[in-house]
């Protein structure tokens, strides 16, 4: 029998995908690939025709097959699909690593950016190849002998590391829980918490309520529960996980873990010649130095801290009208948030939802795409092979009417579906012998799913979800840049990914724009504008604590990676605390081992990349703060995002892309106003 994933050529047929196919037939693609390369590196010269192609077309191959598993694994799983995906992952990583210890293949790629023929090739060619020679280097090609054995160990130990970080974390985690039959105890929790702590405990067979350290559990009793011993109870069970403060078994402590982490990544980035990891890490991001990180993370700090004070001191006042006594402790602040904020907006998320139907707000957005980029976005005529019927299939035309992207949208929550919402890429535009392959993407929610005849009625959150993920899909989809590599979101910076899909959020705020997305499900009124106003206000309900908070963990990040001192898991504390000191105006308990289960630097991606975060928050606001001056739907200035940032993807830095649009480099000042910090406030303290 024909194995279907072997030769894909234009979309996936997702209901041919056997199980039992997955693994044989990556295996066969890893191998062809690998014969194929040793066959292109016995030529005598190399030139982008008789090499980067043939090599673009390999990799596509690969990608073509394993992104609908890769797909499927995420919104359709099932125990044969997961443990053939889970066979794979090995066999991928290790044909990836194949590739970058590859020291012919990198020499070939390196005599064609020194070819005279170089200079005459286009700016993505240029920079895919200068981002593959880098990504060499940085898995450690260029190093001999001893360096090169102690660099791939370095490599395995931290991946060892950062799972048993993580293991830990976990461990901890799902070790405690908290038992009560005793209704009252849980006063102040709202039904859905309620039904979530029961459901949880029948899930372990008992009766009564259960409490865990999941974030749903813990975020509910930190928000509602009137119980102020609870609320300290479960704040120093999370607090302390994987720590030798834990309640739970120390034996998840991070510490040491911590320690070698730092310690190892350091190590490889000074074999690499970096002077730090934080160096190392931003070798390949759009900020240019640690100093440029730092200094940003200081004046976001010192611009936000007045509002952020005067908004500490207004919870404090407004627990103390309810008759709280003392300063409130971090078991309160929540709590009293949740309380503040509803005395002052008197608002309920629930009486947006019929305002947004699933039909009025994807015409809308794509009416608003329509509008500002000079595209129709229509459901496909043809019959396409998904996954669920529930699955759309999308075309996106130029204005000639030209096909230029297409893509799935999955929009509703599902059983065996991953939760969250995200891009991926089921093909990549490419332009190889005249033929333009159409990139497809695949847009997954998990919203609300429609009941009986009603139309879905989404949360503004879930609006919002929907918008941001669009932004990512335009980045993918409206490139106009031919080389694979750097083509829409590929070879785009880390810390300015998040800038269409932040952008596009901006949407979901303007009156203008809710004109389009927001109208009653059964009158087809527009979101009356009381309503809206309450939506706005509470927007920036305590924005600036919460922006203090991020710049607290993103400094920590930075500057924990830049030190070239720090050996022990004290000196780590200490750090967060010099930290803590300079950047929040809140208190914190001596026992707080926050840093032990910050997994994101220890065992996630994010290592002095925490900063990312606010970093493209403010290329997006400064991006949409044009359309505010020039008009939020004015196609001109659409024209301008489409052709500056959108279209170029990866072909260039997102620094000559972002300056293109904006004629300028980014200021942070849209940010601030966005936020609701106003700038009067930064100015009284300097
Ligand atoms: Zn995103």
């Given amino acids: 029998m024909k194995n279907p994933l072997l030769h894909i050529k234009d979309l996936p047929s997702f209901s041919d995908i056997d199980e039992a196919q997955i693994q044989p037939a990556i295996e066969e693609i890893i191998a062809d690939n690998l014969k194929a390369i040793d066959q292109l590196l016995q030529q005598p010269e190399f030139t982008w025709e008789n090499l980067i192609d043939p090599m673009n077309l390999i990799d596509d191959r690969l990608s073509k097959a394993w992104s609908p598993v890769r797909h499927l694994n995420s919104v359709k799983s099932n125990d044969k699909l997961r443990d053939a995906h889970n066979a794979c992952l090995p066999l991928l990583s290790d044909y990836s690593s194949k590739?970058?210890?590859?020291?012919?293949?990198?020499?070939?790629?390196?005599?064609?950016?020194?070819?005279?023929?170089?200079?005459?090739?286009?700016?993505?060619?240029?920079?895919?190849l200068h981002d593959a020679l880098r990504s060499f280097r940085l898995g450690g090609v260029d190093l001999e002998g001893e360096e090169q054995i102690k660099f791939q160990q370095l490599q395995k130990d931290l991946s060892d590391l950062q799972s048993r970080y993580e293991n830990n974390l976990l461990d901890a985690t799902q070790s405690?829980?908290?038992?009560?039959?005793?209704?009252?105890?849980?006063?102040?929790?709202?039904?859905y918490a309620l039904a979530m702590l029961k459901q949880s405990a029948e899930q372990k067979k008992l009766s009564g309520y259960r409490i865990t350290l999941e974030m749903p559990s813990y975020l509910a009793v930190m928000t509602y529960a009137d119980n102020r011993e609870l609320r300290k109870r479960v704040y120093d069970a999370f607090c302390t996980r994987a720590s030798d403060q834990g309640i739970t078994d120390q034996?998840?402590?991070?510490?040491?873990?911590?320690?070698?982490?730092?310690?190892?990544?350091?190590?490889?980035?000074?074999?690499?010649?970096?002077?730090?990891?934080?160096?190392?890490?931003?070798?390949?991001?759009?900020?240019?130095?640690?100093?440029?990180?730092?200094?940003?993370?200081?004046?976001?700090?010192?611009?936000?801290?007045p509002a952020a004070q005067r908004e500490a001191s207004e919870r404090q006042q407004y627990a103390e009208s309810l008759g709280f006594v003392g300063d409130l402790e971090p078991w309160d602040y929540a709590y009293y948030s949740e309380k503040l904020k509803n005395h002052r907006f008197k608002f309920k998320e629930e009486d947006l939802k019929p305002y947004f139907s699933d039909r009025q707000v994807i015409e809308g957005l794509f009416k608003i795409t329509g509008l500002l980029f000079d595209v129709t976005i229509e459901q496909s005529d043809e019959t396409v092979d998904s996954w669920d019927d529930q699955v759309g299939f999308y075309l996106i035309k130029d204005?000639?009417?030209?096909?230029?992207?297409?893509f799935f949208l999955d929009l509703y929550a599902r059983e065996n579906k991953r939760g969250g919402a995200w891009m991926d890429e089921c093909v990549n535009r490419y332009r190889i012998n005249n033929h333009l392959q159409i990139p497809v993407a695949y847009l997954t929610c998990n919203l609300t799913p429609p009941i009986g005849y009603q139309p879905a009625l989404f949360t503004h959150d879930e609006v919002i979800t929907v918008f941001h993920e669009f932004g990512h899909g335009l980045h993918h989809m409206l490139t106009r840049i031919d080389e694979p590599d750097v083509a829409g979101i590929n070879g785009v910076e880390w810390d300015a990914v998040e800038l269409p899909s932040q952008f596009m959020e901006n949407y979901c705020w303007q009156r203008d724009a809710l004109e389009t997305i927001a109208r009653h499900?059964?009158?087809?009124?527009?979101?009356?504008?009381?309503?809206?106003?309450?939506?706005?206000?509470?927007?920036?309900?305590?924005?600036?604590?919460?922006?203090?908070?991020?710049?607290?963990?993103?400094?920590?990040?930075?500057?924990?990676?830049?030190?070239?001192?720090v050996e022990s898991s004290a000196q780590i504390q200490q750090i967060l605390e010099q930290v803590r000191n300079e950047i929040s105006v809140l208190k914190t308990v001596p026992y707080n081992r926050f840093q032990n289960g910050f997994s994101h630097i220890f065992a996630g991606g994010y290592a002095a990349g925490y900063y990312s975060y606010k970093w493209a928050e403010v290329l997006s606001a400064d991006a949409f703060s044009a359309f505010e001056e020039e008009g939020i739907l004015n196609p001109e200035t659409g024209q301008r995002f489409l052709s500056c940032v959108l279209q170029q993807g990866g072909s260039r830095p997102a620094m000559e892309s972002f300056c293109c649009f904006r004629g300028r480099k980014p200021s942070i000042d849209a940010l601030l106003r966005h936020s609701g910090i106003p700038q009067a406030d930064a100015l009284e303290t300097v």
Avoid: C
């Avoid at 010649?273 to 940003?296: C, P, Q, R, W």
């Avoid at 993103?554 to 990676?561: G, Q, R, S, T």
């Fill in 521 to 565: 499900f059964e009158t087809g009124e527009v979101l009356p504008r009381e309503l809206y106003n309450k939506m706005y206000d509470a927007r920036n309900f305590e924005s600036a604590l919460q922006m203090l908070r991020q710049i607290e963990f993103a400094l920590f990040d930075m500057l924990l990676f830049d030190n070239d001192e």
């Fill in 251 to 305: 034996k998840w402590d991070n510490a040491s873990i911590m320690e070698d982490i730092v310690k190892k990544r350091r190590e490889k980035a000074k074999i690499l010649g970096f002077n730090s990891y934080a160096d190392l890490s931003l070798e390949t991001k759009m900020a240019e130095s640690v100093d440029e990180v730092i200094s940003f993370l200081r004046d976001l700090a010192a611009r936000s801290r």
């Fill in 399 to 406: 204005a000639q009417g030209q096909i230029i992207g297409k």
């Fill in 99 to 128: 590739i970058s210890q590859n020291r012919a293949l990198y020499e070939a790629i390196r005599s064609i950016v020194e070819s005279g023929a170089f200079t005459d090739f286009n700016e993505a060619k240029q920079k895919s």
């Fill in 176 to 191: 405690w829980q908290w038992l009560t039959d005793d209704e009252n105890e849980l006063e102040g929790l709202p039904d």
